[in-house]
């Protein structure tokens, strides 16, 4: 059966009636293999799966690159036939949003108010929005996200904890390029230099989680300096580049915990995140 393509929520909800097992993959569309293999974590826990495409305007500050995000329909559509997804549900802000949004969803400042949420402030805000309400429009039973958006996977886990949604949510590996760059929608941002360049982000990760491992906690502190000045002098502007406990992403007391490594930098024009669990 062809895929589906839908854009309102009244179709939506036609197309899923008596689905037993719906599993769903949010995305912004302009895909890569990432996404893809995303729906292939969900597709043998679904009856049917679902892929949204919707640039969400909530999760972008007013000097962020929405107006620029490359909106690729037609070949997300292609791509997510090819992986088995059997509906894309493609609504217009109109549809999504037909009153300004009011109520909005505001996670913990404990979590979203750090590290991403820190230089990107109200990002977590629109990103539980969207997502809650997009669980309202398609009522999965289970729910794929990546794990190169560490931070975000964490805050929606716990958004679906408190609020009783009864939703298994799925964590994606995060899919690398041969280089070990993390696939990223906005990696088309990079020029061929910056493109070559790019890699040395999760090279240092791997770098920060051998010495942790060698010199211990106390050390860390050092560590994420050392981290920080090595990726300036390559001409990177760096955000963070930390080690937290990965229970809570706060810094972490005791060398029993399991720990990652997370970083955001921007090369040029591109910020690019990525983490890695040590």
């Known amino acids: 059966m062809p ?14 009636k008596g689905q037993p097992a719906v599993g769903f993959v949010p995305t912004m569309g302009n895909l890569h293999q990432g996404h893809l293999d995303l729906v292939k974590i969900v597709r043998p826990r679904a009856s049917a799966v679902v892929a949204s ?25 292609r791509a997510l036939d090819s992986v088995g997804c059997d509906v894309v549900f493609a609504p217009d802000e109109r549809e999504l949003y037909p009153l300004a949004q009011g109520y909005k969803l505001h996670p913990p400042a404990e979590l979203a108010d750090i590290l991403e949420g820190q230089f990107r402030p109200g990002f977590f805000v629109g990103v539980a929005t969207v997502v809650l309400k997009l669980f309202n429009i398609v009522q999965p039973h289970a729910a794929a ?14 958004m679906v904890a408190q609020m009783a949604l009864p939703i298994e949510i799925i964590p994606g590996p995060t899919t690398r390029a041969d280089d070990g760059l993390a696939l990223s929608s906005r990696n088309g941002y990079l020029g061929p230099d910056e493109r070559a360049e790019a890699p040395q982000l999760y090279a240092l990760l791997r770098r920060m989680a051998e010495r942790v491992k060698a010199e ?29 406990r990965r229970a809570d992403l706060k810094p972490a007391a005791s060398p029993h915990e399991p720990l990652v490594a997370l970083a955001a930098a921007k090369l040029g024009s591109t910020r690019l995140i990525d983490n890695l669990e040590i």
């Open 145 to 158: 996200f990546g794990q190169k958006d560490y931070q975000q996977l964490m805050v929606i886990r716990h």
């Open 216 to 244: 211990g906690l106390g050390a860390v502190p050092l560590i994420e300096a050392d981290a920080a000045a090595s990726l300036a002098a390559r001409g990177w502007k760096p955000d963070y580049l930390t080690i937290r």
């Open 3 to 16: 895929i589906r393509v839908l854009h309102t929520i009244a179709e939506l909800r036609a197309e899923l």
């Open 53 to 77: 495409i919707f640039v969400n305007r909530l999760q972008f500050g007013p000097n962020e690159d929405f107006d620029r995000y490359p909106r690729t329909m037609e070949a997300d559509v």
